[in-house]
């Protein structure tokens, strides 16, 4: 990776629309240049995924929730049952297994707090390994990206 590529990286981190024509303008390279330094980072895993980012609030989900876990038991399969899980869940937006108080962090979307009380019932109540969690509800958004800083 070199100079070229962090630029062409941040110009798709800002719009994955952004056409071939105009990267080799912006970093002063061929289009065919362009082309095969963007295989190449697909290709090594740089990037991972090209994505919408939708509005949330206007698809109808006024509720953001902080979610701190911890389980019950340490059974590598109980554990490895519950992140599963999470994964799998389509309200659960972002999930990290962390070190400190919980042993997991999650953010959960709903549509509001009626939604977000029936994925607490279905997600934490019914599961015999979690032993308890704690919410935080998001007042406002003041920042939230993908971006990295490169």
């Given at each position: 990776m070199d100079h070229l590529d962090h630029k062409l990286l941040a110009l798709l981190q800002d719009n994955a629309r952004t056409t071939i024509q105009h990267m080799a303008e912006h970093i002063g390279a061929s289009t065919a240049s362009v082309q095969r330094r963007l295989k190449a980072l697909?290709?090594?895993g740089f990037i991972r995924k090209e994505v919408a980012v939708l509005d949330q609030a206007k698809l109808g989900f006024g509720?953001?929730?902080i979610v701190s876990v911890e389980l019950e038991r340490d059974?590598?399969?109980q554990i490895n049952a519950f992140k599963?899980?999470?994964r799998e869940d389509r309200?659960?937006?972002n999930f990290y297994c962390i070190a400190g108080d919980a042993d997991f962090v999650m953010i959960v979307v709903?549509?509001?707090m009626a939604d977000y009380e029936t994925f607490t019932h279905r997600f934490f109540f019914a599961d015999k390994n979690v032993r308890k969690f704690r919410t935080s509800i998001v007042v406002s958004t003041e920042k939230a990206t993908l971006d990295l800083p490169i």
């Open positions: 697909r290709d090594g509720v953001t929730a059974r590598l399969d599963r899980k999470a309200q659960v937006t709903a549509k509001d």
